[in-house]
């Protein structure tokens, strides 16, 4: 939760670094049998990960797993966004794929310096298939906002889309005036509380607002922590 607040009051994502990403499969969706396509798509991955970043979304709020496995187990908030403004060559699907991508090492020289960007980029982005439930998106920016006190480099709102809704988390806990603070910039966009389905396997919109916010007595702001 901390670090959502954070993002919406620093009005700023997290770049992930594409070698450190949590699948060692990440832009190497090629068949690497050849050792020297191998040898060329690790290196093509290396010096990519050095210029640009990633922002990881998914195109549907609603999965269940999205939130198990990255808010905290429902705890955090899910910040979502129109990219229907955005530069659209830099937002991306995944590739979903049950086998990797063949390559003719004779073609090689040619893809790796003449081939178009979604050619390149139908490669590089090819995950196995069972990751399909995240049915992600991707925005790739250029590294160069790294914070000097935690060396994470961010990419602003303001360069990639614009925020269109929050939704805090089932298990979350956090006090109305934490979210209206860290709200303050985007009096417009609307906030909602989410809860688990009452008949299907999803996360749907909590109708009573009661339950929106925490309000126990010995609640401490997570701005006297962030």
Same mark, same amino acid.
């Given at each position: 939760?901390? $670090?959502? +607040?954070? @993002?919406?009051?620093?009005?700023?994502?997290?770049?992930?670094?594409?070698?450190?990403?949590?699948?060692?499969?990440?832009?190497?969706?090629?068949?690497?049998?050849?050792?020297?396509?191998?040898?060329?798509?690790?290196?093509?991955?290396?010096?990519? =990960?050095?210029?640009?970043?990633?922002?990881?979304?998914?195109?549907?709020?609603?999965?269940?797993?999205? $939130?198990?496995?990255?808010?905290?187990? !429902?705890?955090?908030?899910?910040?979502?966004?129109?990219?229907?403004?955005?530069?659209?060559?830099?937002?991306?699907?995944?590739?979903?794929?049950?086998?990797?991508?063949?390559?003719?090492?004779?073609?090689?020289? !040619?893809? +790796?310096?003449? =081939?178009?960007?979604?050619?390149?980029?139908?490669? +590089?982005?090819?995950?196995?298939?069972? $990751?399909?439930?995240?049915?992600?998106?991707?925005?790739?920016?250029?590294?160069?906002?790294?914070?000097?006190?935690?060396? !994470?480099?961010?990419?602003?709102?303001?360069?990639?889309?614009?925020?269109?809704?929050?939704?805090?988390?089932?298990?979350?806990?956090?006090?109305? @005036?934490?979210?209206?603070? @860290?709200?303050?910039?985007?009096?417009?966009?609307?906030?909602?509380?989410?809860?688990?389905?009452?008949?299907?396997?999803?996360?749907?919109?909590?109708?009573?607002?009661?339950? $929106?916010?925490?309000?126990? =007595?010995?609640?401490?702001?997570?701005?006297?922590?962030?």
């Amino acid at each position: 939760m901390k $670090w959502g +607040l954070a @993002a919406l009051k620093d009005q700023r994502l997290k770049q992930a670094i594409i070698t450190e990403l949590n699948d060692p499969f990440e832009h190497i969706g090629v068949d690497l049998s050849d050792k020297n396509i191998r040898k060329s798509f690790i290196t093509l991955r290396t010096e990519l =990960a050095k210029s640009f970043g990633i922002i990881c979304m998914s195109e549907k709020m609603s999965n269940p797993l999205l $939130w198990s496995h990255y808010t905290d187990k !429902h705890k955090g908030l899910c910040l979502a966004f129109d990219f229907s403004k955005s530069p659209q060559d830099l937002l991306l699907p995944v590739n979903y794929l049950d086998q990797r991508i063949p390559m003719d090492k004779n073609k090689l020289r !040619h893809f +790796l310096t003449k =081939a178009s960007i979604p050619e390149t980029m139908e490669k +590089l982005l090819a995950k196995f298939s069972d $990751w399909r439930y995240e049915k992600e998106v991707r925005f790739y920016a250029s590294l160069t906002e790294k914070d000097p006190i935690t060396g !994470h480099y961010y990419l602003g709102f303001n360069k990639m889309a614009y925020l269109s809704k929050v939704y805090i988390g089932a298990e979350a806990k956090v006090s109305k @005036a934490d979210m209206e603070f @860290a709200m303050s910039a985007f009096p417009n966009v609307e906030v909602e509380k989410v809860r688990i389905g009452f008949q299907n396997f999803e996360i749907v919109r909590q109708q009573d607002k009661s339950r $929106w916010y925490d309000k126990s =007595a010995d609640y401490k702001s997570y701005f006297e922590v962030v």
